[in-house]
């Protein structure tokens, strides 16, 4: 029995060294609101860099003033753009990325459309087609473009396909497929019967992404094998859902919005998890 023991003991310790922490959950850092800004065009989600914030509508995107939350510059779809539905986005080297799609309607087609944010000029189109679903939300992390093709339960997805069908996907500079990932069961639980809406990669090095209405934020992480995102943790916000975005000038702090209330909500992670801290600098 003793031998028994010994080698259950070693073969643990091997499967941890090999394949990492069997117990990845930690405790959640908590949240303190730092500054809200109203914002009729924040239905859908908000990007963010040094100086504005942008609030994302479905055809809209109003640019605004961090510090004094003046709206400097709106853009508005017209016929001829041909914008059915936007989503979050991210401000990567003076342009505005987001994610688009035509949702509601089926079949799913995708692009990630582009505007100067210096002016909110459109400026180039990037068609996804079918792809893995409806696009969501596009990030820039570790070189690499990521996006989120999501699925539903009830309006606006294929009927036998509901939220656990929604993918990650990781592409390089020219959008060549490098890998994707789905999420873990009890996060699909936390979507349905909607899906997920926002995702932005955290300073800590992990993946933060919100469903559709919950006031909640859940902190993933790429399994060192397998194409399935880890949970670590869940962190209670005050904003339900919809489109989030790191504020990477602060570091610490979080954009999301408040869709009823049409207001852009900046809040401080007050501890990211011991963990991951370690990996703060230099990251992007």
Known sequence: MRRVIISIGFLAITLAIVFGPMDITAKAPATTVVKRMKAPEASQGVAVDKDYVYAIGTKQIGKYARKTGKRVATWKASKK??????????????????????????????SIEIWDANTLQHIHSIPLGEAYGSSTWIDRYDGAWWICYAHYADYGGYFDKGPEWTTVVKYDDNFNELGRWTFPEEVVERFFPFSCSG?????????????HDRPELYALRIP???????????????????????????????????????????????QLNNVYKARLSGEN
Not at 201 to 209: E, I, Q, T
Not at 234 to 259: F, L, Y
Request: glycine share 12%.
């Open 81 to 110: 753009d041909k914008i059915i539905h936007l989503d979050s986005g991210v401000v990567v080297d003076g342009k505005l990325y987001m994610a688009h799609s035509n949702f509601p309607r089926i079949p799913m087609d995708s």
């Open 199 to 211: 995702g932005s990669w955290g300073p800590d090095g992990l993946l933060y992404v919100s469903g």
């Open 224 to 270: 060192p094998r397998g194409r399935v995102l880890e949970l670590v943790y869940t962190i209670e916000i005050e904003s339900g859902g919809q489109g989030i975005a790191w504020d990477r000038p602060q570091k610490d702090t979080i954009c999301t919005i408040k869709r009823k209330e049409k207001e852009i909500v900046m809040s401080r992670v007050d």
